[in-house]
């Protein structure tokens, strides 16, 4: 995998891992996609986060947005540290970051399958997850 495409990957579920360490903190809960229903039924649908963060669950993700303006949206996977994302995900968040990737969808969609091929990315099997990509575990 190519280091842009790496290093965006590795910044985008750092970041991530880091909102929902405080979302789980203020829910008093690990959050997974086996428990977002479970969480909703006693957590707000959306809020803002200690940092600042606003933050939206939908479906069995969740969008933040930061305050300098850097969306990461994205799903959860089947454990707490799982971040599922995809090209459309990883762009955004790029953009909105203003990393200056100068990387398409499609060329980023070739760089994710390819990464895959080569173990460093995995799909699970899972259908409500199988469009995403996540980190192996190993990876973390």
């Known amino acids: 995998m190519k280091s842009q495409v790496k290093n965006l990957i590795n910044q985008f579920v ?3 891992r880091a909102l929902v360490g405080e979302l789980c903190a203020q829910t008093g809960m690990e959050i997974s996609a086996h428990n977002v229903a ?10 803002v986060v200690p940092s600042g963060a606003s933050y939206r669950f939908h479906g069995i993700g969740c969008r ?5 303006g850097t969306v ?6 089947p454990g707490p540290a799982r971040i599922g994302f995809d090209e459309f995900r990883l762009c ?20 994710l399958v390819h990464a895959q091929d080569t173990g460093e990315l995995e ?16 990876s973390k």
Do not use: C, M, W, Y
């Open 92 to 111: 955004e968040f790029s953009a909105s970051a203003r990393k200056n990737e100068d990387i398409s969808p499609q060329a980023l969609k070739s760089e």
């Open 72 to 77: 990461i949206d994205f799903d959860f996977g």
């Open 14 to 16: 750092s970041e991530t």
């Open 64 to 68: 933040f947005e930061k305050i300098d």
């Open 123 to 138: 799909k699970l099997t899972l259908p409500v997850l199988s469009h995403l990509f996540f980190l192996k575990e190993s």
């Open 38 to 47: 479970t969480v909703l039924k006693t957590f707000p649908r959306e809020g």
